[in-house]
């Protein structure tokens, strides 16, 4: 039996170890109890190629796949059978790149047991696996513990230059290293992250994200806190039931990493399970890496559609309808990319003469562009069958 919570929403501290029990069970043999997987939710002619001992292993909640495309570089956080990365292997196709990464030697083997066999089928071979926590991404487990066979530790010594080899190997050879993929994916897995450890592992969705990039996670989430009973029962927590965000706190947790463009693209609308009086579901949720760095003027304003009367930014600021709202260079990127978060809900205006030289702009607090300013100084009023005072003859841009 595992020690108790003490009723302040802490995890037993061996949480880590029942998840890997249960798990490593699960690869053998399947577990209908754990998550809440449906075939039917995956793409037919991709899940028909994988090998049935993949399928059947499969412990999810939802299906990020579908929001990833041909070419990118994917990391999927608890790849389990590797049932998703070898779907997204077919969609991502031979320019693409999957890495699944899980902590489990028992999923891992299952998983790398039709990496070749199924390199064949596809006609190509994208897909990888990596031994590691997914809090920690940096470091590769499998390269540790070969490092701690050859120099085993038996007193604090051993122990202290264990951990230097793991720090050298997070900065020399990491296992996911920095700004790597285009898309971050995991399906039912966040929730198994010990309480403590959940800000570090949002921090490492986001270091491994390529700027501009995005995480796609399906997950358990819940309408209440999990009651302390639930929070007191291991199989609970290894069923992805007593580790599961509270709805709100699951979004804010994408906020507090540095995520924008944050979205529910889907929820189940019947709860999986009620236990306690809570209702616990599968939501998937997308949020995009790319709103830092320094802010430009270039004389750029964006007005919001609706129709809402207004809308905030994640940094607080407000864009009322049909407003002419300035902002910077940065910003008018984010708010009018067509594949972005907020495609379609922001007209961008550029200013009638593209602005020399940038100069830094002040993000703090809103204002509203004067359309003297798009137009700028010499601009000069016309007459219906007169030419505009910026053209230059025929050809120009704004004739
Ligand atoms: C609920 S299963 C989901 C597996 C897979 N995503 C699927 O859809 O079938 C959870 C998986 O995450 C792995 N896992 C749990 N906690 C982990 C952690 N902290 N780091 C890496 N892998 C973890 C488990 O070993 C298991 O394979």
Redesign the pocket.
Known sequence: MLERTNGHGQAPREV?AE??RR??H??KKREAA??C?AKSRYEKDLLKKLPKEIVE?????GDPSRWVNAGDTVV??????G??CYILAQKVGRKGRVTG????PA?LELARKYQRPLAKRFGFRNVEFKR????DLALDLERAEAWLAEHPASNLDGWNAFEAECERLRQEAPAVPDDFADVVV????LN??QPR?KER?FGELFRVLKKGGRAVISDVVCDEEPTAATLADPELWSG?IAGAFREEKFLQMFEAAGFHGIEILERQEQPWQVVDGVEYRSMTVRAFKGKQGPCYECLQAVVYRGPFSHVFDDDGHRYPRGVRMAVCEKTFGLLTDPHGPYAGQFIGIEPHTPVAVAHAYDCSGDRVRDPRETKGRDFKETREGEAPACCSGPGSKCC
């Open positions: 880590e998840v890997l798990y490593a699960g690869a754990l998550c997987p292993k499969d412990y999810g909640c999927d956080l608890g790849s389990g059978s049932k998703a990464v899980d902590f489990n999923m590691a926590r997914i809090q995991s399906n039912c897995v198994l992250v450890d592992l992805c």
